[in-house]
């Protein structure tokens, strides 16, 4: 029996195979793939989860750092403290426990422009009796 050799020169062993010199990229292909799609179907639920109807206004953006706490008003005239149903006689107190937490940030206000002013008027005031001091209107950019 002679001995077998293999094509890089040396003696070929039973039951050992051989090493790839190349980079098979196929499963690196597929988990980014994976991760896209998850990414693509998780960020539209990043987004505040009442849907409103904003005004569009030319005003500069506000550049505020951490995460801000904003009450809606929807068209219908439903308030919502980020994603939670508030009574409007139940506001002031919802937000009062929420300073005592220790929130002292800015509050946006994001009013459905189909509801009428006095409405958002009324919850901005009540916001303010809650001890807010910095609240901002959240509006659309103007269309050019």
Do not use: C, W
């Amino acid at each position: 029996m002679g001995a077998q050799l293999n094509p890089a020169g040396g003696r070929h062993r039973p039951g050992r195979t051989k090493h790839m010199a190349e980079i098979n990229v196929t499963p690196f292909v597929d988990v980014m793939l994976v991760l896209l799609i998850v990414f693509m179907v998780a960020a539209p639920l990043l987004v505040v989860g009442v849907n409103v109807d904003l005004p569009e206004t030319a005003a500069s953006p506000i550049t505020d750092q951490g995460e801000p706490l904003t009450v809606t008003v929807s068209e219908d005239g439903v308030i919502y403290v980020q994603d939670t149903v508030v009574e409007y006689e139940n506001l002031v107190p919802h937000l009062e426990a929420i300073a005592v937490a220790g929130y002292d940030q800015r509050i946006f206000i994001r009013g459905d422009q189909n509801r009428a002013y006095g409405d958002v008027a009324r919850v901005m005031g009540r916001i303010n009796s809650a001890g807010f001091n910095r609240i901002g209107l959240v509006m659309e950019n103007e269309a050019e």
